[in-house]
């Protein structure tokens, strides 16, 4: 049986190496790649993502598609597991494009209630402020985000580097293709960058890139995925990041 005063001691050891960890992860950054719903904010918070999901199953049906998709795929939460599932069957269709095209505007109708996740705006505005680059690399549509940061007037912290979902799906990550544009543009080497995302594939596309990441949770079950997958520094609030940074690390 472990002491309590030695898991106390394991415990304290393990956030001072996250904590250095962490410092040295901000201090090598000159560009961060940002995952966008989640890191930046939650774009469903007011509009739910599993009645997204209900409405695009539905429309299928309504198309007399009810087949293409299986049991599960049709109990989904997620409207990615969705399109994804109608892209495997149907690759590069038109009936993939109808959909991509009524998920963006979904996304586009929750714009206006996503709530911005905390300290991730004056993060936004230092990062940029001491001069790195920043880009976001996401799986949502680029016009859903540039709706939701100039909303905010973050925009011209990352234009033009929005690096989105398009008609064509098998780059969505984890596959690392929206984080080597975003290298590719910036000219950035992998390992002078920072990936921040809030889950499992956001961490294999970092890896598949060769980029660092800092895995943001906002809760322990996905603190939990970040770490199965193999996530060694996570953090379940971004204000230890601003308060590094404006630390001078």
Same mark, same amino acid.
């Given at each position: 049986?472990?002491?309590?005063?030695?898991?106390?001691?394991?415990?304290?050891?393990?956030?001072?190496?996250?904590?250095?960890?962490?410092?040295?992860?901000?201090?090598?950054?000159?560009?961060?790649?940002?995952?966008?719903?989640?890191?930046?904010?939650?774009?469903?918070?007011g509009?739910?993502?599993?009645?997204?999901?209900?409405?695009?199953?539905?429309?299928?049906?309504?198309?007399?598609?009810?087949?293409?998709l299986?049991?599960?795929?049709?109990?989904?939460h997620?409207?990615?597991?969705?399109?994804?599932?109608?892209?495997?069957?149907?690759?590069?269709?038109?009936?993939?494009?109808?959909?991509?095209?009524?998920?963006?505007?979904?996304e586009?109708?929750?714009?206006?209630?996503?709530?911005?996740?905390?300290?991730?705006?004056?993060?936004i505005?230092?990062?940029?402020?001491?001069?790195?680059?920043?880009?976001?690399?996401?799986?949502?549509?680029?016009?859903?985000?540039?709706?939701?940061?100039?909303?905010?007037?973050?925009?011209?912290?990352?234009?033009?580097?929005?690096?989105?979902?398009?008609?064509?799906l098998?780059?969505?990550?984890?596959?690392?293709?929206?984080?080597?544009?975003?290298?590719?543009?910036?000219?950035?080497?992998?390992?002078?960058?920072?990936?921040?995302?809030?889950?499992?594939?956001?961490?294999?596309?970092?890896?598949? =890139?060769?980029?660092?990441?800092?895995?943001? =949770?906002?809760?322990?079950?996905?603190?939990?995925?970040?770490?199965?997958a193999?996530?060694?520094?996570v953090?379940?609030?971004?204000?230890?990041?601003?308060?590094?940074?404006?630390?001078?690390?």
């Open positions: 049986m472990t002491s309590d005063t030695t898991q106390t001691e394991a415990v304290t050891a393990e956030t001072g190496n996250e904590t250095e960890e962490l410092r040295n992860l901000i201090a090598d950054a000159h560009v961060v790649l940002w995952d966008f719903d989640g890191p930046i904010c939650r774009l469903f918070a509009h739910s993502a599993e009645r997204v999901a209900d409405e695009l199953v539905r429309w299928l049906e309504g198309q007399g598609l009810h087949g293409v299986t049991g599960p795929e049709r109990q989904s997620d409207p990615h597991v969705v399109l994804r599932a109608v892209d495997r069957r149907h690759p590069g269709s038109d009936l993939v494009t109808e959909l991509e095209a009524r998920l963006t505007e979904e586009l109708r929750a714009v206006p209630s996503a709530q911005p996740t905390p300290y991730a705006d004056p993060l505005r230092t990062w940029k402020a001491l001069g790195s680059r920043l880009a976001v690399t996401t799986n949502n549509s680029p016009l859903v985000v540039r709706e939701y940061l100039d909303g905010r007037d973050l925009g011209g912290c990352f234009a033009p580097h929005v690096y989105g979902r398009t008609r064509d098998k780059p969505l990550k984890p596959d690392p293709h929206c984080l080597n544009r975003a290298l590719s543009a910036t000219g950035a080497a992998p390992d002078r960058a920072l990936m921040i995302g809030d889950t499992p594939a956001d961490h294999e596309a970092s890896l598949r =890139a060769g980029v660092p990441f800092l895995g943001y =949770a906002r809760n322990a079950r996905k603190e939990k995925l970040l770490r199965e193999g996530a060694t520094v953090v379940d609030s971004l204000e230890p990041v601003l308060r590094t940074l404006r630390e001078g690390l």
